[in-house]
């Protein structure tokens, strides 16, 4: 074992312990420590951030981001077929299901002009289906790797034409229990990627050559010992149009504001468990917040470790997720997260992805899924409102 392995395994060592007492100090945390140490790491982070445009919604390539977007397609590919046999593979990224569930997303009427585009161009009510999830790249017990979650919802009985031509009725939305991502653009995820192969992830960021320290403070700063998939908050992290010359980034934040107690010794399945069990008693709410892009400068597009500030942009309330009543099968629950792919260019040309993390997306999600599907003989479904539709025969896999 060499040493970057070393110490890659007693740092987690380390987090595991600490996600022990996490729920006893995380909310004089959140309050007291958070702020101050976000405020500093953002205002680094904006001294190094890449040059970026002055034009509202306006991309620019970086360099090697599509040399990037195929290495990080080799290298999770490579992963998934190295620890899954054929029947048994699972998502390289997002990969332990906690449940996908039945929901309505409700576009609220009388919103401000500037966010009346596309899904919220007029009041609606769509049915959707969420997926939670754990962040991967493996599935250990939940206390081990659950700092920071993720949401994929897709929103069904959407008219229009699509960016993605294998599903005809979607949208999705993706986001992360943390306000910026992983990484601050492509160039750097597939050097995370490498790490991950070489099982020394933590090394990305503390490597003393190439670090990205800000990045991992971060993640530290909302990885957490969550008590339910339905008690955090969702970033987007990435930009998205909202309308031409317009783009946005969007959250998704739960109306209640109680939470559930971790047991000290908690199952494996503790999320999926509590999941279950709040939906089977009573229904759940999301808000849906909208932040519109006002500064380019301050609030840029190439670059997902940057925060759009709020006092800049205040987020605007555009609907509301609703998760009902209902019983979870866990034969069921796997059935729907085998045959379901969510990739953010499953969307209306006035919500395009943008940045090139999102460019880099289209391509990543889409080769992953189809061999995650084909691994385990699986179609593709395009889910309806109530239902996935049954696939009698199945499709190829567009590559």
Not at 97 to 122: I, Q
């Amino acid at each position: 074992m060499n040493l970057r392995k070393q110490v890659n395994d007693a740092v987690l060592r380390l987090v595991a312990l600490e996600r022990r007492i996490d729920p006893y100090v995380r909310p004089a945390f959140d309050a007291v420590v958070r702020p101050p140490v976000q405020g500093l790491v953002q205002a680094l982070v904006r001294r190094w951030t890449l040059p970026v445009s002055g034009v509202k919604a306006e991309e620019l390539s970086i360099p090697g981001e599509d040399a990037a977007r195929a290495e990080i397609v080799e290298l999770m590919s490579r992963f998934v077929l190295r620890e899954y046999a054929p029947g048994q593979a699972q998502r390289a990224g997002n990969t332990k299901t906690y449940g996908v569930v039945r929901a309505s997303l409700e576009v609220l009427d009388d919103l401000p002009f500037p966010v009346r585009h596309g899904l919220f161009a007029r009041p609606a009510t769509y049915a959707a289906w969420v997926r939670f999830a754990g962040p991967g790249p493996l599935s250990p017990p939940d206390l081990e790797d659950n700092g920071i979650l993720s949401i994929g919802v897709k929103v069904v009985g959407v008219p229009g034409p699509k960016l993605l031509d294998d599903e005809r009725h979607t949208q999705d939305f993706t986001g992360i229990s943390a306000p910026t991502f992983t990484t601050p653009d492509v160039v750097a995820n597939v050097k995370l990627q490498r790490h991950i192969g070489n099982g020394t992830p933590l090394w990305y960021f503390l490597d003393p050559r190439d670090g990205h320290l800000a990045d991992l403070v971060m993640q530290g700063l909302y990885a957490r010992t969550h008590t339910s998939p339905l008690e955090t908050a969702y970033w987007s992290c990435a930009a998205y149009l909202l309308g031409p010359g317009q783009a946005m980034q969007y959250r998704f934040v739960p109306r209640a504001a109680g939470r559930t107690r971790v047991p000290w010794n908690p199952p494996d399945d503790y999320l999926a468990q509590a999941l279950a069990r709040t939906l089977s008693t009573r229904e759940a709410e999301f808000d849906v917040l909208v932040q519109v892009q006002n500064d380019p400068l301050r609030m840029p597009v190439e670059h997902a470790s940057v925060i759009w500030p709020e006092r800049v942009s205040p987020p605007v309330r555009v609907g509301v997720l609703r998760l009902p009543v209902q019983e979870l099968d866990p034969a069921e629950q796997r059935a729907r997260a085998d045959s379901l792919s969510i990739n953010p260019w499953h969307a209306l040309p006035e919500h395009r992805p943008l940045g090139n993390q999102n460019r880099a997306r289209r391509e990543i999600y889409r080769e992953l899924s189809g061999l995650r599907q084909d691994m385990n003989d699986v179609p593709h479904v395009e889910p309806g409102p109530d239902r996935f539709f049954p696939v009698r025969e199945r499709q190829p896999v567009r590559r």
